[in-house]
């Protein structure tokens, strides 16, 4: 089984906690048969955390955990932070293949994506 | 003459910053007739603010200062932090439309594009 961990900061504001929530539920309807778990988990502020995040696919009988950040831009939290939970967390689980996504912002269609937003505005 | 001034958060690593610095110049390489102005600018830790990066803009020409928060969600600097900041802005520039665009994560197709993006990792 695969599972697909979305990794955003958190916030103290639950509105904003919620919405990666919803995201991620609507990341998870329209995966198909790409990963059969569709998780989300926090970097500070809000529940999951990344070790539980992944503890909660693991349970659910991940074999393989895609960890994907929810992040724009590779700050420390990108670079060191999320890697680090990782790490520590890859030491728990030695027989689940636990790997670390490119963040969103890496992503070449970022630019025309703010292009195409930018022109509505 | 019309702006758009692209808001991130900004961070401790430079490279992070100049990221943002060079996705907003591939932005203004791409936005055509749109915005005559495409400028970064920063929450905090890095240069310039938004009261700065508004000033360049309207230093420029700018009539029209279209603000787009750089943010996958919700939070406070996004709900509270950002509108503050630009409220401040806008009675030292009262000739000056300045609006807040909606920030990025709030855009239908963020589902679509974390899909697309996973189905890679």
């Given at each position: 089984m695969k599972s697909l961990l979305v990794i955003a900061h958190g916030s103290r504001r639950q509105a904003s906690n919620d919405e990666v929530r919803e995201l991620t539920a609507r990341i998870a309807h329209k995966t198909g048969q790409s990963f059969d778990i569709v998780q989300s988990a926090f970097?500070?502020?809000?529940?999951?955390s990344i070790p539980g995040g992944i503890e909660l696919c693991v349970k659910q009988g991940a074999k393989e955990v895609v960890v994907l950040p929810y992040f724009l831009s590779a700050g420390r939290h990108v670079a060191e932070d999320i890697p680090n939970e990782v790490a520590a967390t890859r030491d728990k689980y030695p027989e689940v293949k636990i790997t670390i996504a490119p963040y969103?912002?890496?992503?070449?269609?970022i630019a025309d994506l703010m292009v195409a937003h930018a022109a509505q505005a």
């Open positions: 970097l500070e502020l809000a529940e999951p969103l912002g890496s992503i070449d269609t």
